[in-house]
Structure formats: structure tokens, C-alpha cells
């Protein structure tokens, strides 16, 4: 596999090309799996992917998956990432919620959320694309810097925002 770098001129003409993508991904295999990220940065990709929805593409086969989850906060916490997507994406896509998953980040049992969690990608076949967000300090959808990255889902500690 052979990485491709693309530089944009500016976030909106990012943010399209994106969609682009992920659109011709679900032209192609419209019952694709889907892991993709929360935050600021994703906002106008997801905005120009209801747009699609709005216009004819087509989203009812696709399962997605969220990249990440503040542990300790509740579906219902508007700080959750859980509530990001449904008020972004799921919500106005009208995504089933057996089509979308997020991780619980008040499950009891953290470590065997993130090995259901893993099951539950297992299950849905794999994950057909991943979109990864790149952060100021190096992290890379919520994998922090370290010695050695983890490939699966895990509970990590997050630096503190830069200031």
C-alpha cells in the first residue's frame, strides 16, 4: 500500500475532497464500514456529506464507526462523542442506530468495552476506510505520542489541549 499526500489550499476545498472520497468509497461498496473521527476539524466534511444525503447519495447501507470516546462521559453528555455524531452526522444522515457505533465511554468495564468494541468491528467485516485526524502534538486519532503504538482499541491518557 502506497500513501498519497494531498495539500489544499484551504479547509472547505479539503474538507470536499474528502467527501469526494468517501462518496466514490460508498459508490463502490455501499454497504462499506466506515471509521471516522470527531472534532472541529471534521465538522464541514460531515456538513458536505448530509448535503450529499440531501441531494441523492445514499447512506443506508453503511456502518460507521466512531475513531474515539471521552471514557467516563455518557451518550448523553453533550461532550460525549456520541452526541458530536448524532447531532453531525447520524441524526441528520437519519442513520439507524444499529448502523452507528460509538464506544461507551461509561461502560463499567472499559477494557472489555474496547474488546466488544473490537468484535463489533470483527463482525461488521472489517473496516473498509479510515479517515485519521493528525493533531497539534502529533497524535494521531487520539493515539498519543509514545514509544509504541497500539493498533487496537485502548484507554489511553490524553495530553492536555496546547495552549
Not at 495539500?7 to 459508490?27: E, G, I, N
Not at 465511554?105 to 467485516?125: F, L, M, Q, W
Request: hydrophobic share 40%.
Amino acid at each position: 500500500m502506497s500513501i498519497k499526500l494531498h495539500v489544499y489550499p484551504d479547509h472547505d476545498t479539503m474538507s470536499r475532497a474528502v467527501a469526494v472520497r468517501l462518496l466514490a468509497q460508498l459508490h463502490e461498496k455501499p454497504e462499506s464500514v466506515l471509521a471516522l473521527p470527531s472534532g472541529k476539524t471534521p465538522e464541514t466534511l460531515y456538513a458536505h456529506l448530509v448535503d450529499a444525503g440531501k441531494h441523492g447519495a445514499h447512506f443506508e447501507r453503511v456502518r460507521l464507526f466512531a475513531l474515539d470516546e471521552y471514557l467516563g462521559l455518557g451518550a448523553d453528555d453533550p461532550r460525549s462523542f456520541a452526541a458530536f455524531f448524532r447531532q453531525q452526522l447520524y441524526g441528520p444522515l437519519g442513520l439507524p442506530p444499529e448502523r452507528a457505533r460509538v464506544l461507551d465511554g461509561r461502560a463499567r468495564d472499559p477494557k472489555a468495552e474496547c474488546a466488544a468494541y473490537e468484535k463489533a468491528i470483527a463482525d461488521a467485516g472489517g473496516l473498509d476506510l479510515t479517515l485519521l485526524g493528525l493533531g497539534a502534538n502529533g497524535h494521531i486519532a487520539f493515539n498519543e505520542p509514545a514509544t509504541a503504538l497500539q493498533a487496537r482499541t485502548h484507554v489511553t491518557p490524553l495530553a492536555p489541549p496546547a495552549s
